[in-house]
């Protein structure tokens, strides 16, 4: 590696010096996103803007492939709607931001900009629904939301993201509950298929559930440095809203009755997740379905003759398969474009230059495990299918493996305390199902239940934080 | 026809008694729009929502075809930045909606909801460019855009619209404006192939450009009424926001230059353009390409033995190259179902019943021209396939016709005055260029300069309203 090559290298902060700082250097230098002049509001560039695009694109796809239609709600939203559902303007209000001018008027009532779209949704569908035959309704939208933040980390917490969330009623709660659990588990396909990022699935504890659902599941992954990312989250609302909102319909019997709600949402906050999970001291590691380039051709010593051609005839080859680019740039080494790919998380760069084209062949450059191989011009498009493949697969394992080297067992409060300290991670642990405890064990050290996982293993019969009957098992961590 | 499908269709307020009413209805029966509880506000029901998704990636496709690339800016803009172009803010500070508290606590300086993002971008745009090798910038966003209205309708004009906004920087102002001409092409090829409405395209006069602009293009549609509806604009901003935004960058000659500006944007308003050009008195006529059901079948004696297990076997024969919806719903009779999806516009019913099937025949009804043929099922999809086209064609020839006809040469005020009376519709003329006159004009008559079209005609040598010399022709008339 050039000295030169090598300081561009450097910009990055090594993960383990200080994660937070290589989180900032990453997305920064990799052209994810910028901080606006809006404190806590971020610019998605054209590059983490991509990603979403390609998260949308199949997520749209599975909502729409189980009977999902979008919609559009306003933005603003009147107090006195925020104000129907008591849990939740409590849950809500300390964190929206207020219009209360329009033009050069003052208006009568002040509007939030919506910080999740449950009462005007529910304002509408109290105005929709009538009858039974009209149900299920199972309308999602994609939209932005504002929640006035202190402390903001581009795509992990800002004051302004971008998600999708679904509203969906039915007439029973069973239909509710297992719509609920079919989303959730979308979720956790899309993490592990798309985003290669393992998940636990389980129920939050009353205390972490959303303000105004009866259950809240969700799906929570493990960063590199051990702290847990809540990726996904899924509400059985129950009947709290429609009853709120007196939505109500004439069942099969004739008798009126308020149908059953759920809502379900993931973000923005996924490409964060994505970062964390498969990044390393390079840059992005990027899986190939998000990746926005999957396959860059780098031309090497592309002033000879015939390397340009051949490299424009490659891209030609595989740009309707594949997402790819060619990197004809003049003014930059190959070396300087190797490393910028990389940097950028690219899964497959592929090198041609003159020796490769009179031997009829290209190297093939993975970004996952920064491994190249010779391979024939003949059989370049299964090539690239294939290692697309396997890095996907590839990723899946490793973040897998990542995620249970950092997950401990522990049996007493002290030894999580210990276990936090040293090396952080998530913690499974028995737990009472008290408020009180859960309290206690997150004022004392910060680490929050993530979840109770449906899968649940035995590992005791004592809460191991305040020592009465254990209900469940729980994974605990610190969280993003 | 029964009665009580006569009712059905009866619900449709006749254009030609009340224009206004009949739109209202149309929208409204249609299920492709609600009001909201916020004055101004509308909901897009799934309906209207799935065209603008159809509109949204027919034209997605053509920015990305020609370089463009998406990101997203925040909703929210300082007050002092919507000040630093003067034409701007005082072109949209009187309509701007604005955010005076975060959660608690009152804010330093009032935030508004974006009207349009010129600002907010400029000043991004000031920290990304450097060289003139990172020019030209091709971004664009797709977002949702608050403008305080005071007297509103659905698509046409409220104080929250979904819209895509595009914002390039070029080197030269020939760069500039070929990218503006640029856009407006793919807008007028979009209007004319994806929506089958014509549109004159020109430019606009000083007095109605866009505010901060050195140049608005746009393009204008005839709608039944014989009011004329902006359907898109696109702007050569010049270097007035790259001036007051400071926007520099070191040209080939390492000389520090301001960069050329454009911007571009089309919104849900289109849907209102095409319901107002191609829609008649039994409701919405939606050209195929955005229709959100091209194909409806709706099985006839369904109880019969056979017929609803042909009716799916044709929806899945149909269903990979259409957007095609099987009706069958038993509690609604074949003719309820014909007069409902006549009402929402769908192109190509087919009627399948016992007989049909006996002659392996379906009937296929046109909902452009009202009529219907029976077909071979043999040769189903290629009748489809040419049907589909055959409506696409016929709506944008249709529409042409409208138009020309609601199209009148004057040579006096006077004459302008009568025609806008008796026959509303385009008027020609030719006008000195002079804004004094124009304002004249809209101050008498309400009647507003639309473009001066790039396709100009001599017409005479003295202007219509105020006899001085003639600088160009118009197309004018009453807008929505």
Redesign the interface.
């Known amino acids: 590696m050039s000295k030169k090559e090598k300081q561009f290298v450097e910009e990055i902060t090594p993960m383990e010096v200080d994660f937070a700082q290589w989180y900032t250097d990453v997305i920064k230098k990799t052209d994810l996103v ?1 901080y ?3 404190k806590g ?6 590059y ?3 990603i ?2 390609n998260i949308q694109n199949y997520m749209d796809k599975r909502f729409k492939e189980t009977g999902h ?10 107090e006195s ?1 925020l104000k129907k559902e008591a849990e939740h303007v409590e849950g809500f ?12 008027e003052e208006l009568a009532e ?2 939030c ?1 919506r910080p999740t779209s449950e009462t ?1 949704i529910c ?2 569908y109290s ?2 629904l009538t009858s039974y ?1 009209d149900l299920p309704f199972l ?1 999602n939208q994609w ?2 939301v ?1 929640r ?1 933040e202190k402390s903001t980390r581009p795509f992990l917490r800002t ?2 993201f ?1 998600w999708q969330e679904g509203h969906t009623l039915h007439e029973t709660y069973e239909e509710a509950q297992a719509e609920t659990l079919q989303m959730l588990n979308i979720y956790r396909e899309t993490a592990e298929n798309l985003l290669a990022m393992p998940v636990v699935i389980g129920q939050k504890s009353e205390k972490e559930k959303f303000a105004g659902a009866y259950a809240t599941y969700t799906m929570e992954a493990l960063m590199h440095d051990g702290k847990a990312l809540q990726a996904g989250t899924s509400h059985n609302l129950g009947q709290h809203f429609t009853t709120a909102f007196d939505i109500t319909y004439s069942d099969r019997n004739g008798e009126l009755k308020h149908p059953y709600h759920t809502s379900w949402g993931v973000s923005t906050r996924l490409i964060g997740g994505i970062i964390m999970v498969h990044g390393d001291n390079r840059g992005l590691v990027l899986p190939p379905g998000i990746a926005p380039t999957q396959v860059v051709i780098v031309p090497v010593a592309s002033h000879k003759e015939g390397v340009l051609d051949k490299a424009n005839e490659l891209r030609d080859r595989l740009k309707d398969k594949f997402r790819v680019e060619l990197d004809d740039r003049d ?1 930059y080494s190959p070396g300087w474009k190797f490393n910028e790919w990389e940097m950028k998380g690219v899964p497959i760069r592929i090198e041609i230059g003159p020796r490769d084209i009179e031997n009829n062949q290209a190297m093939l450059f993975r970004r996952d495990e920064l491994e190249k191989d010779a391979v024939s011009l003949d059989d370049l498009e299964e090539a690239v299918e294939k290692l697309l493949e396997d890095i996907n697969n590839n990723l899946l394992y490793k973040a897998k493996m990542m995620r249970d080297e950092k997950t401990y067992i522990v049996k007493t409060f002290d030894e999580m305390k210990e276990v936090m300290e040293i090396k952080p991670g998530f913690v499974k642990a028995m737990w009472c199902g008290e408020r009180a405890c859960e309290e206690h064990v997150k004022a004392e050290t910060g680490v929050t239940i993530r979840c109770i996982p449906f899968e649940q293993e035995n590992l005791g019969h004592t809460c191991a934080f305040c020592g009465k009957e254990a209900k469940h098992m729980v994974y605990l961590a610190k969280a993003y």
């Open positions: 910028d606006s002049p809006v509001f971020m610019v998605i560039k054209p983490g803007y991509a979403w695009e239609k979008n919609c559009y709600f306003p933005l603003l939203i009147p709607l209000a300390p964190e929206v931001a207020w219009v209360t001018h329009g033009g050069n002040r509007l900009v005007i304002e509408m105005k929709w035959r309308y939209c932005s504002v006035w004051s302004e971008l003014n």
